[in-house]
């Protein structure tokens, strides 16, 4: 199990063609033992449903294997997506990626 | 670290749900009591489950969708045929549209979605069919293990879901957006219970972005369709009041018309060939039954209504312009026959083609109560009859009531007869016909080669309905005035009380048959009847107001308890494209056979047993036929309406 930040940065867009492979990603890195994982959004500028979709797999999946997922310097396109679907109540979002780091480090 | 993006593999979902959505949604849709799934309204069901398909397809990856749009990303098929159907559909498409107009786009393909998804729940061994009812086979409520994988069933899932902070399952998001869509929980819930858990769910039915624009679809399409359906209503609900308006007149103004078309030395002869006019009326309803019920099989349920209103709106006019005996001599009471027997053809297409206009427009939880404003039509076109005989006869002197009082009811309903057609005009195009091709050539003939049974079966129905109706509501007045203190005003007061009753009663019979089924309801009001008519009678033959009132109450309450199914059982028990012709006569044959005879009969039993209660046994004999009728009588499945 590690306490090490584990950052994921999608770029472009986050849809049914780019979701699935994030999705194995942040398995793969929760089914290795990382307890903090932070997805990056700074390079991605859409999100769609399917995106949507694998970001709420992704914070089960480490709620129920009891770490924490933050998602971090979101679009203004992107954070509308969240809001409307009111995911960023249930999935710690922070502004930069500095900001992220420090709340997931503090604990 | 950052890890790096890596080759995207195939959607881990796809492989996620043994059970579809669509097959969830409908296990979430299914009462535990009963096995049925119709108490949810069709529009909704309808919504949710197109909106179910789609988010099925976005499960498996084969569909995407943002705020604006949804689009095909993978159009190869899925293992399921009705979703290939929809991907396929979607597919076709050019123009990239919102989910909200996939969901109205798609809702026409409900039935059979729902169809193939019971049907592959049944094979699963999830389900099984029992008569017409679909039971869980798995007593333990998990599905069967496949791919080594077991799910417990979705109702437990979200209910779980609701009472934790847990972060959901995208699959668990999108049912939770489907029940609420669908009020699943309102039904499952208690309200405080479903008070507390509102923020919940609407939190977690945000969260699937399909799935938040099903309820929002149901909301607009449900508000869409009960316009509709009001307009519908006022169409069949106005022309009752019309047509059974001048069935209340004729019997306020038969002493006059006596005296008009059959001037005798005897009043009494004079009053017995003015009745004789009215039982005429009965004569026709058969036949008009066949010429409006294949009219309406035919070419479609507004027409045909269109058209009695016009037989019934012309005659009328005519009535109140009659010359009479005295300016034309025996051609006056020869055309009042003619025309009452237009009317009575009229009334006996009326009726029933309304029945199932306004069955057939209602979403199937609101079938009964939606019907029952075709006998709360009939009911205030008599009390509308009665108020403006009453008026006429009160206010004028009379002789003006005599000279031209009587033409002036008869010609007040030529207007309402000219509002109504108005009304019937703007009714939206007939579905129903559109759909109809198994009859086209003769309703008549197949209605008697393939529903003779059903047509059988109405009438005995029916004969308790008739019976107790020209019993209790047209002959009791004359019973009391000849075996009780009251006088005729105060007999005809009670008749118009009983008649306004009628009129709140109707609807919620109506209500309560959605709630308890129609067989139950029927049954009931049976057995009412039944066990009831001679102590009600005995209640009433004490003749002081108070008994007489409780009695008729008693009366109206069990009338009403039929009256207001009828039009839903019946309409339901026929496949559709005979509907008109086999209710119609099914029902006027009852009414007229043995509803207009009831005054006649009912005197001949008095006089033959020397018994004043005789009648009231007649009517309990009648009620325990049709309760035998309604007892063996099985419902033919749910898709026979169409």
């Not at chain 1, 679009?75 to 109540?89: K, N």
């Not at chain 2, 119609?584 to 033959?608: D, E, Y």
Request: aromatic residues 8%; proline residues 5%; neutral net charge.
């Amino acid at each position: 199990m590690s306490e090490e930040i584990q950052i994921l940065r999608p770029n472009g867009r986050l849809d049914s063609a780019s979701s699935p492979a994030l999705e194995r990603q942040a398995f793969d890195c929760i089914d290795a033992g990382a307890r903090l994982l932070l997805i990056d959004f700074v390079g991605l500028d859409y999100i769609s449903s399917a995106g949507l979709r694998a970001a709420l797999s992704v914070a089960k999946r480490m709620s129920a294997a009891g770490g924490r997922l933050a998602l971090c310097s979101l679009s203004p396109q992107v954070a509308e997506v969240f809001e409307i679907s009111g995911v960023d109540a249930i999935i710690e979002i922070h502004p930069s990626a500095e900001s992220a780091t420090e709340r997931l480090m503090a604990g | 670290m950052a890890a790096r993006p890596r080759t995207a593999r195939a959607p881990t979902t796809e492989t996620a749900s043994p059970v579809s959505l669509i097959e969830e949604f409908l296990l979430l849709a299914l009462e535990d009591e009963g096995g049925e799934f119709s108490r949810i309204p069709e529009t909704s069901l309808s919504c949710g489950l197109a909106g179910a398909a789609l988010m099925d397809l976005a499960i498996r990856g084969r569909i995407d969708s943002d705020l604006h749009h949804l689009w095909v990303v993978d159009p190869t098929p899925t293992d399921s045929a009705m979703l290939n159907e929809v991907l396929a559909e979607i597919s076709a498409e050019p123009q990239r549209l919102h989910a909200r107009d996939w969901i109205a786009r798609l809702m026409p393909q409900a039935l059979r979605l729902r169809a193939e998804a019971i049907q592959r729940l049944c094979e699963r061994g999830i389900l099984r069919r029992e008569d017409h009812a679909f039971l869980w086979v798995l007593k333990a409520r998990r599905y069967p293990v496949e791919r080594g994988e077991e799910r417990l069933e979705g109702k437990r899932r979200i209910l779980a879901l609701l009472f934790n902070r847990e972060i959901p399952d995208p699959q668990d998001v999108a049912l939770v957006a489907l029940a609420d869509a669908c009020g699943v929980f309102e039904r499952i819930l208690d309200p405080t219970t479903f008070q507390e858990v509102g923020p919940r769910i609407r939190q977690l039915r945000r969260m699937d972005l399909i799935g938040s624009e099903i309820a929002h679809t149901a909301e607009v399409m449900n508000r869409e369709i009960r316009a509709a359906e009001r307009r519908t209503v006022i169409a069949g609900l106005a022309g009752n009041v019309m047509e059974w308006y001048d069935f209340g007149i004729y019997g306020y103004f038969a002493a006059i018309m006596g005296q008009k078309f059959f001037p005798a030395h005897d009043p009494a002869t004079s009053l017995m060939a003015s009745f004789g006019v009215f039982a005429v009326g009965f004569l026709g309803r058969p036949l008009g039954a066949l010429i409006f019920g294949h009219l309406g099989d035919l070419h479609g349920r507004k027409h045909a209504l269109t058209a009695s209103v016009m037989m019934m709106a012309i005659p009328t006019l005519f009535i109140g312009l009659a010359p009479t005996y005295a300016q034309i001599g025996i051609a006056a009471p020869i055309l009042l026959i003619v025309l009452r027997l237009c009317q009575g053809m009229a009334v006996g297409g009326e009726f029933t083609t309304s029945m199932v206009l306004l069955v057939e427009s209602a979403q199937s939880s609101r079938r009964g109560l939606v019907g029952s404003f075709a006998p709360a039509g009939a009911s205030a076109g008599m009390l509308l009859g009665s108020i403006v005989g009453a008026a006429i006869t009160g206010l004028l002197p009379a002789a003006a009531s005599a000279a031209w009082g009587w033409r002036a009811a008869f010609l007040f309903g030529l207007v309402i007869g000219v509002a109504v057609l108005i009304v019937r005009r703007r009714l939206p195009p007939d579905p129903t016909i559109e759909a109809i091709s198994e009859a086209r050539k003769s309703p008549v003939a197949t209605a008697f080669r393939t529903e003779w049974r059903t047509i059988l079966r109405i009438t005995g129905m029916m004969l308790t309905l008739g019976i107790g109706f020209y019993l209790n509501f047209v002959y009791l007045s004359t019973w009391l005035t000849q075996y009780t203190h009251l006088t005729k005003p105060v007999t005809l007061l009670l008749n118009a009380l009983m008649l306004g009753l009628q009129l709140v009663l109707l609807p919620l019979g109506g209500a309560l048959s959605d709630r308890i089924g129609r067989k139950a309801q029927l049954l009931l009001s049976l057995a009412g009847f039944a066990l009831l008519t001679w102590p009600l009678y005995n209640l009433i033959g004490h003749g002081s107001l108070v008994a007489v009132l409780l009695g008729q109450a008693g009366f109206s309450f069990l009338q009403a308890g039929i009256s207001s199914v009828l039009p839903a059982f019946t309409v339901e028990a026929l496949p559709k494209h005979v509907r008109c012709t086999a209710l119609s006569f099914g029902t006027n044959l009852a009414q007229a056979c043995f509803g207009g005879t009831v005054p006649m009969v009912a005197v001949a039993l008095i006089a033959a047993t020397g018994y004043r209660l005789a009648p009231s046994i007649y009517l309990s004999a009648a009620a325990l036929v049709s309760l035998l009728v309604v007892l063996a009588w099985r419902m033919p499945p749910e898709e026979r309406l169409g």
